[in-house]
T-cell receptor, first 111, second 112 residues
Framework: AQSVTQPDIHITVSEGASLELRCNYSYGATPYLFWYVQSPGQGLQLLLKYFSGDTLVQGIKGFEAEFKRSQSSFNLRKPSVHWSDAAEYFCVLTNAGKSTFGDGTTLTVKP | DSGVTQTPKHLITATGQRVTLRCSPRSGDLSVYWYQQSLDQGLQFLIQYYNGEERAKGNILERFSAQQFPDLHSELNLSSLELGDSALYFC???????????FGPGTRLTVL
């Protein structure tokens, strides 16, 4: 069975500070991994994806993520957070059409 | 704007009733997915259709059913509604089973 764990329910960072959101997965083969962001009252927007190849993937809004097979992780990073990044972030694993979402990490940005 | 549309935006109904949620995928996308998002369960995958056929099934209750029509729009039918069915229901579409999904704005269902 596949699973996704986001260990941090809530993270607070100051504007301009760096950010790392953790994601660990459990799956037998090479996974299809995604990060989505959900702003309050909005649908989900894709930030980036990993299928294969280069383990460091770039996404929109200055986000990047690194796939580490040895650690079963796919952590999301941003070097300098903006107030507009405050939202909920979901790590997702997809296999044969079935998607498993992590519980999400809520990001608060302090001025 | 993701290109995925969902109607209605809000729905308020009573326990025991039946409702239908509608989703139109992005132009060209053959796959449609349904999700339920609630405070206690988080985001749960319900079901996927690909070009009219059921492709993958998640935590979908027997009281719930879905279908995808020849024009590729999809409907999620929820029957014998309970208070616990109150949630945000999202539809998403993609061009293939493991490709990125584009989410609609959701339908907020309130069961009183």
């Amino acid at each position: 069975a596949q699973s996704v764990t986001q260990p941090d329910i809530h993270i607070t960072v100051s504007e301009g500070a760096s950010l790392e959101l953790r994601c660990n997965y459990s799956y037998g083969a090479t996974p299809y991994l995604f990060w989505y962001v959900q702003s309050p009252g909005q649908g989900l927007q894709l930030l980036l994806k990993y299928f294969s190849g280069d383990t460091l993937v770039q996404g929109i809004k200055g986000f990047e993520a690194e796939f580490k097979r040895s650690q079963s992780s796919f952590n999301l990073r941003k070097p300098s957070v903006h107030w507009s990044d405050a939202a909920e972030y979901f790590c997702v694993l997809t296999n044969a059409g079935k998607s498993t979402f992590g519980d999400g990490t809520t990001l608060t940005v302090k001025p | 704007d993701s290109g995925v549309t969902q109607t209605p935006k809000h729905l308020i109904t009573a326990t025991g009733q039946r409702v239908t949620l509608r989703c139109s995928p992005r132009s060209g996308d053959l796959s449609v997915y349904w999700y339920q998002q609630s405070l206690d369960q988080g985001l749960q995958f319900l079901i996927q259709y690909y070009n009219g056929e059921e492709r993958a099934k998640g935590n979908i209750l027997e009281r719930f059913s879905a279908q995808q029509f020849p024009d590729l729009h999809s409907e999620l039918n929820l029957s014998s509604l309970e208070l616990g069915d109150s949630a945000l229901y999202f539809c998403a579409s993609s061009s293939g089973s493991n490709n990125e999904q584009f989410f609609g704005p959701g339908t907020r269902l309130t069961v009183l």
